[in-house]
């Protein structure tokens, strides 16, 4: 039963020790969500606002310190907004993490959902889905043996080596969130599906819908992923049950990723532990 836990926001004085509680207790993995700023009064308002205390890291950068203080479990980015940042330099930090950790760096990515985060960081948020097919494209380029040399409708890059290449082969898994048709067609054409369902119903309709994609690209039978993060508001809250857990795992859910202090950021790390008792991981 591989089980993660979803940082959202957890207090930035916690962030350590809550990886190091989750490898301790047996979770498998530890996913950090990104915003780089969230404005009193932001143009798209999403309710209810679980982001509790604004204290945001760079999440590679967080990952790689966590990768310092960890050893086992796996570090993922749940998700990163990659259209914010240059192709190159989110390929140069993603294989920082990748290294440090010894291959246990996931790159779950999207788009976001906030104009003042473009804004502020000087990116089109038209054309993000554009730009983040082109990113992982020219990422995964870079990733492969020998030189990159790369000509899209955003980046250019004259043929140059790319090196020290990933531990992980070919890479990094990349997992895609979003439920519209464009994200579910961008995940079939990659690793795996970091996604939100209200129900196993809805998970059914997805993973079904993704599988079509994959046979339709001619990628069923390349590896992949389901994986689940939970929020509360959903039908299962933001940590289901062992039996919720067991009914997604039999209908072809690899991990689920819980967030089992609902909005009680202050509780974070004793909801961690409670949560692993309940249940009861490791057992």
Same mark, same amino acid.
């Given at each position: 039963?591989?089980?993660?836990?979803?940082?959202?926001?957890?207090?930035?004085?916690?962030?350590? @020790?809550?990886?190091?509680?989750? $490898?301790?207790? !047996?979770?498998?993995? +530890?996913?950090?969500?990104?915003?780089? =700023?969230?404005?009193?009064?932001?143009?798209?308002?999403?309710?209810?606002?679980?982001? !509790?205390? *604004?204290?945001?890291?760079?999440?590679?950068?967080?990952?790689?310190?966590? @990768?310092?203080?960890?050893?086992?479990?796996?570090?993922?980015?749940?998700?990163?907004?990659?259209?914010?940042?240059?192709?190159?330099?989110?390929?140069?930090?993603? =294989?920082?993490?990748?290294?440090?950790?010894?291959?246990?760096?996931?790159?779950?990515? !999207?788009?976001?959902?906030?104009?003042?985060?473009?804004?502020?960081?000087?990116?089109?948020?038209?054309?993000?889905?554009?730009?983040?097919?082109? *990113?992982?494209?020219?990422?995964?380029?870079?990733? *492969?043996?020998?030189?990159?040399?790369?000509?899209?409708?955003?980046?250019?890059?004259?043929?140059?080596?790319?090196?020290?290449?990933?531990?992980?082969?070919?890479?990094?898994?990349?997992?895609?969130?979003?439920?519209? $048709?464009?994200? =579910?067609?961008?995940?079939?054409?990659?690793?795996?599906?970091?996604? +939100? +369902?209200?129900?196993?119903? $809805?998970?059914?309709?997805?993973?079904?819908?993704?599988?079509?994609?994959?046979?339709?690209?001619?990628?069923?039978?390349?590896?992949?992923?389901?994986?689940? +993060?939970?929020?509360?508001?959903?039908?299962?809250?933001?940590?289901?049950?062992?039996?919720?857990?067991?009914?997604?795992?039999?209908?072809?859910?690899?991990?689920?990723?819980?967030?089992?202090?609902?909005?009680?950021?202050?509780?974070?790390?004793?909801?961690? @532990?409670?949560?692993?008792?309940?249940?009861?991981?490791?057992?």
């Amino acid at each position: 039963m591989k089980i993660g836990i979803n940082n959202i926001s957890m207090k930035a004085s916690e962030l350590v @020790a809550g990886a190091v509680l989750a $490898e301790e207790l !047996g979770y498998d993995s +530890v996913w950090y969500g990104e915003h780089v =700023l969230l404005p009193r009064h932001v143009t798209v308002r999403v309710q209810p606002q679980p982001y !509790g205390p *604004q204290e945001f890291f760079d999440v590679f950068a967080l990952l790689a310190g966590l @990768a310092a203080k960890t050893s086992r479990i796996r570090l993922g980015t749940g998700i990163v907004m990659l259209p914010l940042r240059p192709p190159v330099f989110a390929a140069r930090q993603m =294989l920082a993490v990748d290294h440090i950790s010894k291959g246990r760096l996931d790159v779950a990515v !999207g788009l976001g959902w906030c104009l003042d985060e473009y804004q502020a960081a000087g990116i089109e948020m038209n054309t993000r889905g554009a730009r983040m097919d082109e *990113q992982m494209e020219l990422i995964n380029k870079f990733f *492969q043996p020998g030189d990159t040399e790369h000509e899209g409708r955003f980046y250019k890059v004259a043929k140059t080596p790319f090196d020290p290449k990933p531990i992980q082969k070919p890479r990094p898994p990349f997992l895609v969130g979003g439920n519209s $048709e464009a994200g =579910l067609r961008r995940a079939a054409r990659w690793d795996g599906w970091y996604g +939100v +369902v209200n129900s196993l119903d $809805e998970f059914r309709r997805d993973r079904d819908r993704i599988e079509g994609f994959r046979r339709e690209y001619g990628r069923e039978k390349a590896p992949f992923e389901y994986v689940l +993060v939970f929020h509360q508001g959903l039908e299962c809250a933001g940590a289901p049950t062992r039996e919720e857990i067991e009914r997604y795992l039999a209908e072809g859910v690899h991990r689920i990723v819980a967030t089992p202090w609902a909005y009680d950021h202050d509780n974070a790390l004793p909801r961690i @532990a409670e949560y692993a008792r309940r249940i009861g991981l490791g057992s």
